[in-house]
C-alpha cells in the first residue's frame, strides 16, 4: 500500500509539473505577443501603412485604342483586382497553401500545432495572410533564430491586422500581386504573360497550377530551369485540388500527364512596340513630374508609381509601321549583300588592298 501510495503522489507531483510548464508555456507567448504589439521587437507597420502598403508598381503606356504599348519599372508589377482571377487559379492557391482560409483570421491554430507536433513534416503553419504580411513589411526570413521568432511574432499580428483591414479576397489578390515569380514576372500578370502569353483570366488549369506551385520557392522551382522539378511540383498542386474537391480523379490524372507547355515572353523596359517614342517620351516625363507633384508635394516616380499615360499614338497603325519598316530593311540588307558579293573590298570602296591594312 505504501508503494502505491508513494506512486500516487509521484503521478501527481509529475502531472503538477506538468501543467506549471503548460500554463508557463501559454503565459510566455502571451508575454511575448504583448511585447511584440508594444513594438519592443522593433516598429510594427502603423495603420495607414496596413491601407496603403508600399510596393514597386509599373508605369504603363497606354495607346489611343487602349492597348498598352510598353511600361517603365523597377519592379515588373501590374496589379489586378479579384475579379480578374480566375477561379482555377484561386482554388489552386487554397488548396496547396491555405486549405482553411475562408474558416481563420490570420492564424491557424490547427495548422500551428500540427506544425509543431510534426516539426513541419506535415505541412507549414502560414497562412495565406501571414505570407503576405511577410512580403509586405519583412521579405526574407532571418537565418538568426532569436531574429526569426521575433519576425514570426510580428507576422501572426500583422496577420490579424491584416485580417481586420481587408476582405479575404482583397487579401488573396494582393498576395498573388506581391509575389515575385522570377524572370521579370513580378505579381501574377506579369507571370502570365511571361511564362504563358496570356492574362490570368485566360489561364487554364494545368498553368494556374505550375504558377501556383512556384510560390513555394520561385528560385527553385524556376521553369526556365527546372522544368522536369516544376512539373513534379505543378502536379503536386493538382494532388492538393483532388484532395479539396476542385477537381475529380479524372482530371488530376489527365492534366498531370500534359507537359508545362510554356510560351516565354521575356519583358523588360524595352519591350513592347513604339520604343524610340517610348524613349522620347520618358525624356517628356522627366520635366513633367516636377510641373505635377502628388497632393503631399513630392515627384512622382515613373519607375515605381504605377502610373498610366494615355498616349495619341494608335498601336495598331504603329504595328502595320513597324512591320513595313522590317520588311523593307530586310530588302535593304539583301540588294546590300548583292552589291557587296562583287566587291572584292567589302565593305571599302575605292580603297586598295593597301590602304585598307593600313586602317
Same mark, same amino acid.
Given at each position: 500500500m505504501a508503494t502505491k501510495s508513494s506512486q500516487n503522489k509521484t503521478f501527481k507531483k509529475i502531472t503538477k509539473w506538468i501543467w506549471r510548464l503548460f500554463f508557463a508555456g501559454? &503565459?510566455?507567448? %502571451?508575454?511575448?505577443? %504583448?511585447?511584440?504589439?508594444?513594438?519592443?521587437?522593433?516598429? *510594427? @507597420? $502603423?495603420?495607414?501603412?496596413?491601407?496603403?502598403?508600399? $510596393?514597386?508598381?509599373?508605369?504603363?503606356?497606354?495607346s489611343i485604342d487602349h492597348k498598352t504599348i510598353g511600361s517603365y519599372f523597377k519592379e515588373n508589377r501590374s496589379p489586378i483586382k479579384y475579379k480578374n482571377l480566375p477561379e482555377n487559379l484561386v482554388n489552386a492557391l487554397i488548396a496547396t497553401e491555405d486549405e482553411r482560409f475562408y474558416e481563420h483570421s490570420g492564424i491557424d491554430f490547427r495548422g500551428t500545432t500540427r506544425a509543431v %507536433?510534426?516539426?513541419?513534416?506535415?505541412?507549414?503553419? $502560414?497562412?495565406?495572410?501571414?505570407?503576405?504580411? #511577410?512580403?509586405?513589411?519583412?521579405?526574407?526570413? $532571418?537565418?538568426?533564430?532569436?531574429?526569426?521568432?521575433?519576425?514570426?511574432?510580428?507576422?501572426?499580428?500583422?496577420?490579424?491586422?491584416?485580417?481586420?483591414?481587408?476582405?479575404?479576397?482583397?487579401?488573396?489578390?494582393?498576395? *498573388?500581386?506581391?509575389?515575385?515569380?522570377?524572370?521579370?514576372? %513580378?505579381?501574377?500578370?506579369?507571370a502570365s504573360r511571361i511564362y504563358f502569353g496570356v492574362e490570368p483570366k485566360d489561364l487554364t488549369q494545368e498553368q494556374a497550377a505550375m504558377l501556383v506551385g512556384m510560390l513555394k520557392n520561385s528560385s527553385l522551382y524556376n521553369p526556365l530551369r527546372r522544368a522536369e522539378l516544376v512539373k513534379k511540383r505543378r502536379n503536386v498542386v493538382l494532388k492538393q485540388m483532388k484532395k479539396s474537391g476542385f477537381i475529380t480523379r479524372t482530371e488530376k490524372d489527365s492534366l498531370q500527364k500534359l507537359p508545362l507547355h510554356l510560351d516565354v515572353h521575356k519583358e523588360d523596359t524595352s519591350f513592347g512596340m513604339a520604343t524610340y517614342f517610348r524613349e522620347y517620351l520618358r525624356g517628356f516625363l522627366k520635366g513633367w513630374v516636377k510641373d505635377n507633384p502628388k497632393p503631399d508635394g513630392k515627384e512622382y516616380?515613373?519607375?515605381?508609381?504605377?502610373? #498610366?499615360?494615355?498616349?495619341?499614338?494608335?498601336?495598331? !497603325?504603329?504595328?502595320? &509601321?513597324?512591320?513595313? !519598316?522590317?520588311?523593307?530593311?530586310?530588302?535593304?540588307?539583301?540588294?546590300?549583300?548583292?552589291?557587296? #558579293?562583287?566587291?572584292?573590298? &567589302? @565593305?571599302?570602296?575605292?580603297?586598295?588592298?593597301?590602304?585598307i591594312k593600313r586602317l
Open positions: 501559454i &503565459a510566455f507567448i %502571451v508575454l511575448l505577443f %504583448v511585447l511584440a504589439s508594444l513594438d519592443v521587437f522593433g516598429p *510594427l @507597420p $502603423s495603420f495607414e501603412e496596413l491601407e496603403n502598403p508600399k $510596393s514597386n508598381l509599373a508605369t504603363q503606356v497606354i %507536433v510534426f516539426l513541419g513534416t506535415r505541412g507549414g503553419a $502560414s497562412t495565406i495572410t501571414q505570407q503576405l504580411a #511577410k512580403l509586405l513589411f519583412h521579405g526574407e526570413g $532571418s537565418k538568426n533564430l532569436i531574429e526569426r521568432i521575433k519576425q514570426k511574432i510580428k507576422e501572426l499580428i500583422i496577420a490579424v491586422r491584416l485580417e481586420k483591414q481587408y476582405t479575404k479576397k482583397e487579401i488573396l489578390a494582393m498576395y *498573388l500581386n506581391k509575389y515575385d515569380f522570377l524572370n521579370q514576372g %513580378v505579381g501574377i500578370r506579369s516616380d515613373i519607375f515605381r508609381d504605377g502610373l #498610366k499615360i494615355y498616349v495619341t499614338l494608335d498601336s495598331r !497603325m504603329q504595328q502595320y &509601321a513597324e512591320e513595313a !519598316m522590317r520588311e523593307h530593311m530586310s530588302n535593304l540588307q539583301r540588294v546590300f549583300f548583292k552589291q557587296q #558579293k562583287k566587291n572584292r573590298t &567589302a @565593305p571599302f570602296y575605292d580603297l586598295s588592298k593597301r590602304d
